[in-house]
């Protein structure tokens, strides 16, 4: 027997639960829920137990939905081994856990049971907390006509999408438990790390959760795009506008706050806009790419505002999640790369997810232009140059230099990257340097535009989008990048 919240005294035998219904530990289960909701607190226990669903037992094991393999997964890393002790004391004996990925409240069947005997399922309530991710396998539900895409969020930017490690696991989910929240948990949230580590990845994931799950008004926004829309607003004197369009946001979205350094007027228009927002309990995230105590050059209340909520960096991926992430960027890719090549690239790419990305997409290119499989030895020869990079070699790299070696590349001269010419002989080429450039050296799209006979950093924007998307679809266009990239890492 054991003694309840309440003081009230259940006996635990078989016959008596066999009289109830044939081995229901509903009872039991509901008790040991109280208990670590005790010993966690009610935050922890909301954020991991609301979505755990009790279906059903069998002897000795009690099945529990819910609702993705990550939110499984979670689940029983930091809590199964307190669950089973906690189930055994109110119990008295052993209970196996048995865990089904479905949506919260309906009936999977399950070696362990799903609807008691002798009873009808009830309906679900009206209104369902929405799952964290879209389960594997669920029964068939009504057609819903799909929200269409956010404009400014890209749509491969999702939490299934994300790879999480021990480098990111607090970030991630922190950012999880906002997207189901917004407004009320983690406010403001900043997440900062260094360059192709995924701050802009999770905070478009939790942007898209949102906007697929809400009405909420959502804006994701770059901080170099916010202060010329402010320059914008302040020359065309539409500052009224201006202020509106961001103080009336549910959600605000914005990326690289480490460009507001020396922009003393947007500084001063950001913190009151944080302020207006914070107040009207919306929601305000950013991503940086070093802590914000770090930011010489803001004003203090800004950085006050800033360091006010969560703060939670990102850490270069180790071993088993570079490796995870391999495996998943390579679905979806008509290409067979074997694990010992995953391996090696695992091994000897450290930095970050985008060089993981790049080495694997040069490897895809060769074996799809080449008609050649990716062994080993190919693998460490199309990689060498990646695998003896550095980020010091990579940081002083010049926009001068991006442009000698690029222009070289496709036999112009820097002048004629340089140019006003749009023939398609020297617009692509062009492109591809402002993509580098970009991608590669700290300069803003600003700074780069200026590099080129002074072009608009809009143009910029617009070059390295192009360049990205047609990344995606012609692998051989990417090869050619990495070659130019190695090239200049290898001249220095």
């Not at 020869?381 to 070696?405: A, D, H, R």
Request: with cysteine; proline share 5%; hydrophobic share 35%.
């Amino acid at each position: 027997m054991f003694k309840g919240r309440d003081g009230l005294i259940f006996r635990v035998g078989f016959r008596l639960l066999y009289c109830m219904a044939e081995w229901d530990y509903k009872l039991f289960w509901n008790e040991t829920l109280n208990q670590i909701r005790e010993e966690i607190g009610d935050e922890e226990f909301s954020r991991w137990f609301k979505l755990v669903e009790y279906l059903g037992a069998a002897e000795g094991e009690i099945a529990l939905g819910v609702p993705s393999n990550f939110y499984r997964d979670q689940v029983k890393n930091r809590y199964q081994t307190r669950i089973e002790a906690a189930l055994k004391l109110v119990v008295g004996r052993d209970i196996a856990l048995l865990f089904k990925v479905a949506p919260p409240n309906r009936p999977v069947s399950s070696s362990a049971g799903g609807q008691t005997p002798g009873t009808e399922a009830k309906p679900p309530p009206q209104k369902v907390q929405p799952n964290l991710f879209p389960p594997d396998s669920s029964p068939p539900q009504p057609v819903k006509t799909k929200k269409p895409r956010h404009p400014h969020l890209r749509e491969d930017y999702t939490f299934e999408r994300y790879i999480i490690g021990e480098n990111n696991n607090f970030a991630a989910n922190a950012a999880l438990a906002i997207s189901r929240n917004p407004g009320t948990v983690y406010n403001p949230f900043l997440i900062y790390g260094g360059v192709g580590l995924g701050k802009t990845h999770l905070m478009q994931a939790l942007g898209n959760y949102v906007h697929h799950h809400s009405e909420l008004k959502i804006i994701y926004i770059t901080t170099e795009s916010f202060i010329n829309e402010f320059i914008k607003a302040i020359r065309d004197k539409q500052t009224s506008a201006f202020k509106n369009k961001y103080r009336f946001a549910d959600l605000l979205l914005i990326d690289d706050i480490q460009f507001l350094e020396k922009k003393w007027e947007t500084q001063d228009e950001l913190f009151h806009t944080f302020n207006a927002l914070y107040d009207a309990n919306k929601h305000i995230i950013f991503t940086c790419d070093r802590p914000a105590s770090e930011l010489k050059e803001i004003s203090d209340r800004l950085r006050s505002r800033f360091e006010r909520g969560l703060n939670v960096d990102l850490q270069p991926p180790n071993y088993e999640t570079r490796f995870a992430i391999l495996k998943s960027k390579l679905q979806g890719r008509n290409v067979d790369i074997s694990d010992a090549v995953l391996d090696l690239i695992a091994q000897n790419v450290t930095t970050n997810v985008r060089d993981l990305e790049a080495a694997l997409t040069k490897l895809t290119a060769y074996a799809g232009l080449l008609g050649k499989p990716v062994t080993l030895e190919s693998a460490r020869q199309q990689l060498k140059y990646v695998f003896v990079s550095s980020p010091e070699k990579q940081s002083s790299i010049s926009i001068e230099t991006i442009l000698k070696t690029v222009a070289h590349y496709f036999r112009l001269t820097p002048n004629d990257l340089k140019s006003n010419k749009r023939t398609q002989k020297i617009a692509q080429p062009r492109q591809i340097a402002m993509y580098i450039a970009r991608e590669i050296t700290e300069f803003s799209t600003t700074e780069i535009g200026q590099q080129f006979e002074g072009r608009h950093y809009s143009t910029v924007m617009h070059a390295c989008e192009k360049i990205e998307n047609q990344c995606r679809s012609d692998p051989s266009l990417e090869s050619a990048i990495q070659t130019i990239i190695a090239a200049m890492k290898d001249s220095r």
